[in-house]
């Protein structure tokens, strides 16, 4: 792996695996009734958050807990940014500390590469702007190999506000690299500008008819229709949306038997997806969750060990 985890175009197919090979056995860690490794004891690891996270954001403080790292959370909110500091006194300020690892989200695309270029310890890109979420693609594929086994030549559907998704940009990468298949299906005002030419390049298909498609997945992830993003009317009403695009009651029918429905959260119950789909017997969405912690486990262990899986700390 590289020093930093920026995008999915920074790890190779054998990167990927290698996260998914420690993941499983930071898995077995979370059955346990002592959930400590003493992987990364000594190291000290800020989340540093300009966005509000619930699940992303806890998921890296008890991941890094459960290696035994000391975790500090750090909110623009609760910090001199909101005071008027910039950036990148805010992150020298943190990294002057003697910290070992930082962990950013920002609303600005391309913010943890420039943080990158101003400290001197590992960065894991937590989601920035609309440009990519990593550990969110890693985590979900990873949920996907447990379900499916191998992702090569399985078709996974990605359905809703694509314009405004980090998600979606990291997952059609990873999915790809992994030899999935992928679909994307959006409405034309949620379908990003210039996806036709970067779908040729990166080897995904189009549609904006979300019907024809789910009967051919073998899996479908569902996006959350971020309103806050939104500043012009991008479809009419919620009701129009869910009738064209949401995961509805009737719409389960069309899915193949088996066939996992994730979503990355937080639910817009109702509107992208129904609960009858987000509480199914084959809704991965706890599953994304739990498997949420051991990816971000072993991201940070891989990054702050600079050790291959199977070294000292793993599976202790």
């Known amino acids: 792996m590289n020093r930093h985890l920026l995008s999915i175009d920074d790890l190779e197919v054998s990167d990927i695996e290698d996260i998914f090979t420690t993941a499983a056995e ?3 860690v979370q059955k346990r009734s002592v959930k400590k490794l003493p992987a ?7 989340n540093l958050f300009f966005e509000d996270s619930t699940r992303t954001r806890s998921s890296f403080e008890i991941a890094g807990k459960w290696l035994s790292a000391d975790v500090i959370n750090l909110s623009a909110k609760g910090s001199s940014a909101s005071k008027g500091e910039s950036l990148r006194d805010t992150v020298l300020t943190v990294t002057a500390m ?13 913010a943890a590469e420039q943080i990158s270029r101003w400290v001197d ?5 937590a989601g920035d702007g609309t440009h990519e979420h990593p550990t969110q693609a890693l985590l979900d594929g990873y949920t996907l190999t447990r379900r499916l086994g191998t992702l090569e030549g399985k078709h996974v559907a990605i359905v809703g506000d694509l314009t405004h998704s980090r998600v979606f940009r990291s997952n059609v990468k990873s999915l790809v690299k992994l030899g999935a298949t992928v679909t994307v299906v959006a409405p034309p005002t949620l379908m990003p500008a210039g996806v036709a030419d970067w779908s040729k390049e990166a080897g995904f298909a189009t549609s904006y008819d979300l019907d024809p498609v789910l009967p051919e997945a073998d899996a479908v992830m569902m996006l959350r229709v971020q309103r806050e993003r939104m500043s012009g009317g991008f479809f009419p009403t919620a009701r129009e ?25 937080p639910m817009n119950r109702g509107l992208e997806i ?18 949420g912690v051991a990816v971000r486990m072993s991201v940070l262990y891989h990054l702050l060990t600079g050790e291959p899986q199977g070294n000292e700390g793993v599976g202790e």
């Open 26 to 28: 930071m898995h077995d």
């Open 40 to 46: 990364l004891r000594g190291r000290t690891v800020i």
């Open 98 to 110: 003697g910290i070992d690892g930082l962990v950013v989200r920002h609303g600005a695309s391309g």
């Open 121 to 125: 310890v590992p960065v894991i890109n």
């Open 241 to 265: 949306y869910t009738v064209g695009y949401g995961l509805t009651r009737d719409r389960l029918s069309l899915l193949k038997p088996g066939t996992p429905i994730l979503h990355p959260g």
């Open 274 to 291: 129904s609960a009858d789909a987000a509480d199914a017997i084959d809704s991965a969405v706890l599953d994304q969750v739990s498997a």
